[in-house]
């Protein structure tokens, strides 16, 4: 899927094949898997909080200060951040 | 899918010219068709044929470029953005005397267990200098360079990466022949 693909997607309201799209990049190609991995990271952030431990709001309030682009990469990052963090790497690199 | 990919796809076999691609040996007969049906929409299509260039001067004379899209980086640089959805358009610069210690690989999809041991499966860099010590190739370009190969949108990639390192290739490397390493 290129990116000409998914913005005649975008365009065309077919919002099925955008969250597709996600499933097979967080799944590495694999659509089920790509469900599962996003759940996931929800739990490990769920189970983070739930240690209610101290959290940096100022740091929050600064970054939600950014522009759209780099918060909607940084969705990405910490996407993959909480994956990581969960202990179940699905992805063949390991970095 | 896409007017330009359905075209490859349902295209007759019996009817359609014959591709330059698989007429010669740059790559398997068919892998056109499959990834247009494994990715529809995606980025191959018919008029993307390079020609092949002779060499101009023997191995053992040229000074030579390795250009790879393994994801290898200095350890002191940023690595490569392996998160983002559409690839990163960047690409980082391997001095060609590197020693594997001053490597890393940042990848997401591929296993590189393997390339963590000995950087050569991916980036066979300490080969390449032995073969310049041993006289079979003339040199070795200051720099190599390295992307990372998934990238989702190759109009793109073509004007930033590609025409970048090409452009240093070409101006600052002088380089007389490339190895490309696809990972």
């Known amino acids: ?95 | 899918m896409t007017e330009a990919s359905k075209a490859v796809v349902d295209e007759p076999a019996a009817t359609a010219p014959p591709d330059p691609r698989e007429a010669g040996t740059q790559l398997r007969a068919g892998l056109w068709q499959t990834i247009n049906e494994r990715y529809p929409g995606s980025m191959v299509t018919r008029d993307t044929y390079v020609p092949l260039a002779r060499h101009a001067k023997p191995l053992a004379e040229a000074r030579l470029v390795m250009i790879s899209s393994c994801g290898v980086h200095l350890t002191s640089d940023r690595p490569l953005d392996v998160c983002h959805p559409f690839g990163d358009f960047g690409f980082r610069r391997v001095p060609s005397d590197a020693a594997p210690a001053d490597l890393t690989i940042h990848q997401l999809k591929y296993p590189h267990d393997d390339a963590d041991r000995d950087i050569n499966v991916v980036f066979p860099i300490e080969r390449l200098q032995e073969m310049v010590r041993e006289g079979a190739l003339g040199g070795l370009t200051p720099n190599f360079f390295s992307f990372i190969g998934y990238n989702m949108d190759p109009k793109r990639f073509e004007r930033t990466v590609v025409h970048d390192i090409a452009e240093a290739v070409a101006t600052e490397e002088h380089a007389d022949v490339a190895l490309l390493v696809p990972a």
Do not use: C
């Open chain 1, 1 to 95: 899927m290129s990116v000409g693909y998914l913005k005649e997607a975008a365009a065309a309201g077919e919002t099925e094949k955008l969250l597709r799209f996600v499933r097979l990049h967080v799944g590495d190609g694999n659509e089920a898997v790509g469900t599962r991995e996003l759940e996931k990271s929800w739990i490990e952030a769920i189970r983070i909080l739930l240690r209610e431990e101290p959290v940096d709001r100022d740091l929050i309030d600064s970054v939600m200060a950014k522009d759209e682009a780099t918060l909607a990469l940084l969705y990405f990052h910490l996407h993959f951040y909480l994956v990581r963090r969960s202990g179940e790497w699905i992805h063949d690199g390991s970095q």
